[in-house]
Nanobody, 124 residues
Framework: QVQLVESGGGLVQAGGSLRLSCAASGRTFSSYYMGWFRQVPGKEREFVAAISRGGGSTYYAESVKGRFTISRDNPKNTMDLQMNSLKPEDTAVYYC?????????????????WGQGTQVTVSS
């Protein structure tokens, strides 16, 4: 089992940057495929980015490709999401998630553990 805690959200102007972090408990962080998702009230949770267990493979939603970068540090049990060139439509609560499956990518239902979320607000 793993517990996830996100941090780094906040208010930023359009065109700015934020870096989200996800801290994981437990000694088996490296055995989990990790992802970032986001959700706006009244809408379904949306995939943002994912990273393989070793960090060698990454996968992005088309809407963030070229602007966001996902990374992980297994010895530190952390995962980050660097968000650049932010747009008002990036405003959402961002969640990190862990999956015991090999490469679920954007499959929300394949993720076993979720953090509590961190709010990102991008003003125009």
């Amino acid at each position: 089992q793993v517990q996830l805690v996100e941090s780094g959200g906040g208010l930023v102007q359009a065109g700015g940057s934020l870096r989200l972090s996800c801290a994981a408990s437990g000694r088996t962080f490296s055995s989990y495929y990790m992802g970032w998702f986001r959700q706006v009230p009244g809408k379904e949770r949306e995939f943002v980015a994912a990273i393989s267990r070793g960090g060698g493979s990454t996968y992005y939603a088309e809407s963030v490709k070229g602007r966001f970068t996902i990374s992980r540090d297994n010895p530190k049990n952390t995962m980050d999401l660097q968000m650049n060139s932010l747009k008002p439509e990036d405003t959402a609560v961002y969640y990190c998630a862990a999956s015991s499956q090999l490469a679920p990518r954007a499959a929300t239902g394949a993720y076993d553990y979720w953090g509590q979320g961190t709010q990102v607000t991008v003003s125009s």
